[in-house]
């Protein structure tokens, strides 16, 4: 008889499925090679490696302030997912790659039916698996996440000349809008849609201040203009 082994991400300790390529707690990239071993009892199962929680001195150097859910669009609706990891020193663009964003919904979705939640239990903690995945740039050091992809890259704060945000249309029935975020900088400009979202705002001008461009009349908090 065949027994396996149930593989653990070597970073977190959280348990991956078999077909995993990256965590989707950590985001971690994973190697998992199921090992199986013909026995007439089951294989007992390792425990997860047990890592110290403690804050490094990298990131305590450059601590991360917020991270933004952006997203890159493209053709016929399409977009790439990124996460703008906001630092004492500068703005990480994460890019959420497709097999990333697979392996999180996977594990949101296998999570929720181990807890008993339902088709729209499971559902709705799979719509969660980005912003869940993203979490975790806040106890990631900088120089992790910016070399975590290929495609990751990152602005240095001094170098930001303006962090202009438009109100557009989502085009949906709801008549939501959402945020075109332009970060102009002297190393290039950089466009991507956001929600939203005040909090987003705050960090963003916790960091850049008066360099932060918000539409005219905008207070925050939901869509309130100045009338006249």
Not at 116 to 137: C, E, I, N, P, V
């Amino acid at each position: 008889m065949l027994w396996f082994v149930m593989p653990y991400c070597e970073n977190c300790g959280k348990e991956v499925t078999s077909t995993s390529k990256f965590c989707g707690t950590c985001g971690s990239r994973v190697n998992v090679e199921t090992q199986a071993t013909p026995t007439s009892s089951p294989v007992p199962v390792s425990a997860p490696p047990q890592h110290a929680t403690h804050v490094s001195n990298a990131a305590k150097s450059e601590p991360v302030i917020g991270v933004l859910m952006l997203r890159k669009t493209k053709s016929l609706g399409r977009y790439d997912s990124f996460s703008g990891v906001l630092t004492s020193q500068r703005l990480i663009f994460a890019q959420m790659t497709g097999d990333m964003l697979k392996d999180a919904i996977n594990q949101a979705r296998e999570q929720a039916k181990a807890e008993g939640k339902g088709f729209f239990g499971q559902w709705g903690d799979q719509l969660k698996a980005s912003a869940s995945h993203s979490s975790r740039y806040y106890n990631m050091d900088a120089s992790a996440v910016l070399s975590e992809t290929p495609g990751n890259f990152a602005v240095q704060n001094s170098a930001v000349n303006e962090v202009k945000l438009k109100l557009k249309d989502t085009g949906n029935q709801a008549n939501l809008r959402e945020f075109e975020i332009e970060v102009k900088s002297s190393s290039g400009n950089y466009k991507f849609r956001m929600d939203e979202n005040s909090d987003y705002v705050k960090m963003l001008k916790q960091v850049y201040g008066d360099r932060v461009k918000t539409p005219m009349g905008y207070f925050g908090g939901g869509l309130k203009f100045k009338i006249g």
